[in-house]
């Protein structure tokens, strides 16, 4: 298989398997509707003593237009997922994306089951890099733009949208380095303070399984956690894996297609696919680590020229000495190994069985995951991704409080430290990695179709890569 249908492939199935999560169908989606308009009345009816500024929030009983930038496989998803929310009517009306073909791609794969909530006609439908800005301009106020393009755009769409009042549910990670990370903070506090409602799609944290094992965790079920472990080993994934530049589109398009292999467009293979691990265990332990130390390195590239390491070894530290050990792999033959774990001074967990976060949950009298020791296992099964969106756009219609950034740029800066700890070789503190100076892509927000990309290859098309050790102060 080329590299380009791989990705089209990968996309294709994020798209089919997020969209179908917790969705019962047009008909499931519509009867849910007509019972949640009832509610969403009487919210209204109790909102008149609320300001002038937040009526529009808590008024909003009407249909929520949304916008989709960035047309890919969780694009895609997260559309559906908007369309398919208990307090509809939730209505797709612009869509944006700097490649055609998956802007098509998706408006086609929505088209078939949400036809009857999707109003998305030619003049809607942008191209370019300044694609977001047509598409955001087609909202009012209170309506919500869907940001789901690789992360280097995350702050520059995020920058549109605040400015134009609109609500925003924006896919992980952030950010892929420190100057990003500070300008996420500030807007996540300007998003605040004009009231606008943030999701970010770490949906770990709105699995009702992993809710139920982190209570019962604060409760003391399994004694203090004195180490966490997290698990994400694989063959290679999404376009982490990347051969030189074919010469068929410019070089800038074709990174962005291929964004899992450069660390400008994503923080490479570690930050996007680690993430999620990394988020949940530290929800877990109700920390951030202060440091990491890491291992990785690059065994079997063959003629593939990205930047990512195929395997990746981290030990993070909490601020009470304990640890978080988390491993990754992208390597054909190796055990495949996909979960988290956590461990305490009274037994331990399961947090996700599989994947990024799937139940069951559960808790044994013991160090080992015994049957025979369990105590307790989660029963539910809904959608961590249709939780996330039917709390975002309740939390709209009730105007009540809704802004994830600061935790999704805090999962983002400890992943980084990961990654910077393994591509330098060198202990990194938090500090360390908040106030390094390695901006990946300083220009993101004036790209143009033309412009090259932020990463350029030598005259043999070879990319720079981490060199641990070797550079110690930047990642390439
Ligand atoms: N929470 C999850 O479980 C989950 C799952 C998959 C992906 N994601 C995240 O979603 C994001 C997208 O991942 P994906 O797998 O959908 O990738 P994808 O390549 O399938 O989709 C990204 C889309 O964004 C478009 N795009 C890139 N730059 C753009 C720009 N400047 N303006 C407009 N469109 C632009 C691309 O052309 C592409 O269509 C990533 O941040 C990824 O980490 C999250």
Redesign the pocket.
Known sequence: MSSKSR?LV??RR??LK?AAAGTGGIAGILAGRTVINAQSKTAAATATALTAANAAHAEHTDTIQVAL?????????AAGNAMSVKNGPVKLVAM????ED??KA?FEGLSGEYAATMDVPPERKFIG?D??KHAMDALKPGDVVIL??????RW??FTYAIEKGLNVFM???LIADGPSAKKMYALGEQAAAKNLKVGV???SRHSKALIELHDRIQNGEIGELILMRGYRMAGPL??AFSEKWPGTETELLWQ??R?HSFIWA?GGCFS?FYI?HIDHCCWMKNAWPVKAQALGGRHYRGGNVDQNFDSYSVEYTFPDGTKLLLDGRCMVGAAPMYHSYAHGTKGSAIIAKRN?CDPPSSIYSGQSPDRAKMLWQSTDTSSP?QNEWDGLIAAIRGDKPWNEVKRGVDASVATSMGRMAAHTAQEITWDDMLNSDQEFSPN?DK?TMDSPPPLLADANGIYPVPMPGLKQKHEY
């Not at 930038?69 to 998803?77: A, E």
């Not at 944006?96 to 490649?99: G, P, Q, R, S």
């Not at 789901?148 to 755009?153: D, V």
């Open positions: 990705i990968t996309s994020g798209f997020t930038v960035g047309c890919g496989g969780r694009g895609g998803g944006a994306d700097v490649l998956r802007l998706t890099f694609a977001y789901t393009t690789p992360l280097a755009f520059v769409h896919e992980k990670p799609g770490l949906m999404g376009s962005i297609r964004f994503s996007d999620h990024d991704y993101t790209f």
